[in-house]
């Protein structure tokens, strides 16, 4: 990159989100093999952290390499087989992702299909469960990053397992931005990424396995379909036997580390309350500032803000402005919401106050150029922000 000049952009789209210092810095300390034991005791105090972040014992807990769609792509190869029946919840973009990832490996998916910006109820999930006895597998999003809709999960584990199946919940973007209590939950199989609340760069997907997930990985009736996704061959090398199966991205452990080393000395309960409170935050400033919320505020999601695009405004032109005249990252609508709402990420470092008052003053100067006229937010956000948690 001699003489390119990267320009410093404030992340608040649906992910990558800004990076501290600290984990940058991280990434620049010398380089270590992959077999090396000193690399090796990093990965096993990343193994640690992550278990405490994800609020489980489970032994198997590491950071997959590649992004998040990577872990998706690990799990589903792991954990579903051809022919089996699998219970996918598709109430965004991602769940209509692992459906199709289900799909490629000719499981047999069964949809429960529920509009944008909604969630799905557990009744739902028990009539199709029900209705099909034969299911060894149920997929649901927890955070949908495409409609902001936060997933309730409460007595799911337990239908599930009432029947005989697991259940994997994608947490991408959730993980350390709210709690995600792998055990106290009862989920099997997590996975997650690192670019959005952990606070690091693209490229790891962190995810855990439990014991009842690793004894229907055991008994596969055909091998995993995939070399390099194959969990118990990764299994040897983070265990005690070291065993070579692939390059880790070393660099990116470092950055990992760092990251969630920042996340423990801020105190999980801490990190997680400067989300939702930054978050409660901005839907006031947004609301004050007479736009709409896509998603009514019992299951709204506070890492990641949906907001309708007023009437006349041209979405693209927007955030084209807001990224060239202000320096700020925000993201369009997906699928149906294409050219509907805009996506603010309130994750990692990016869950900042100032950070937010920034973005809404920016904003509404850009919707100014579009001969929108808007009050302000500012007042609103603020006291907001004063009277969290005393109410």
Request: proline share 6%.
């Amino acid at each position: 990159m001699t003489g390119e000049v990267v320009p410093d952009r404030l992340l608040l789209g649906p992910g990558p989100s800004p990076v501290s210092d600290r984990v940058r810095l991280a990434m620049a300390q010398p380089l270590l093999g992959h077999m090396d034991p000193a690399f090796l005791a990093i990965v096993d105090n990343v193994q640690a952290k992550l278990r405490r972040v994800f609020g489980t014992a489970n032994d198997l807990t590491f950071p997959v390499s590649g992004t998040g769609s990577a872990g998706m792509e690990m799990c589903l190869a792991n954990f579903v087989e051809p022919g089996d029946g699998v219970v996918v919840i598709e109430q965004g973009i991602f769940g209509q992702r692992m459906a199709d990832a289900a799909r490629r490996l000719r499981a047999r998916v069964i949809s429960i299909e529920v509009p944008f910006g909604e969630m799905c109820g557990l009744d739902r999930l028990v009539e199709t469960l029900e209705a099909h006895p034969e299911v060894k597998l149920v997929a649901v999003v927890k955070a949908e990053t495409s409609t902001g809709v936060l997933q309730p999960l409460a007595g799911w584990a337990d239908e599930v397992h009432r029947r005989g199946a697991l259940l994997l919940v994608d947490a991408v973007t959730a993980l350390g931005g709210l709690p995600v209590d792998v055990d106290a939950m009862g989920l099997d199989i997590v996975f997650s990424g690192t670019q959005k609340c952990l606070g690091a760069p693209p490229g790891l997907a962190p995810m855990t396995a439990g014991r009842k997930a690793l004894d229907r990985l055991q008994q596969r009736r055909d091998p995993v379909p995939s070399w390099y996704f194959d969990l118990l061959a990764i299994s040897q090398y983070l265990g005690k036997t070291r065993a070579y199966h692939h390059t880790a991205p070393v660099s990116m452990i470092y950055a990992l580390d760092e990251a969630l080393t920042s996340i423990l000395e801020e105190g999980l309960e801490e990190t997680w309350n400067r989300h939702r409170q930054v978050a409660v935050s901005l839907w006031a400033g947004l609301e004050a500032m007479g736009l709409r919320l896509m998603v009514p505020a019992e299951y709204r999601l506070p890492t990641v803000a949906t907001v309708e695009i007023p009437a006349g405004v041209d979405e693209g032109r927007v955030r084209r402005q807001l990224l060239s005249r202000y320096g700020i990252e925000i993201a369009g609508g997906l699928g149906p919401w294409a050219g509907q709402i805009w996506r603010i990420g309130v994750m990692g470092q990016g869950a900042q106050l100032s950070h937010m008052m920034r973005f809404l003053t920016c904003l509404r100067e850009c919707l100014a150029f579009e001969g929108v006229s808007l009050p302000s937010g500012l007042a609103a956000m603020e006291e907001a922000y004063g009277k969290w948690g005393r109410d």
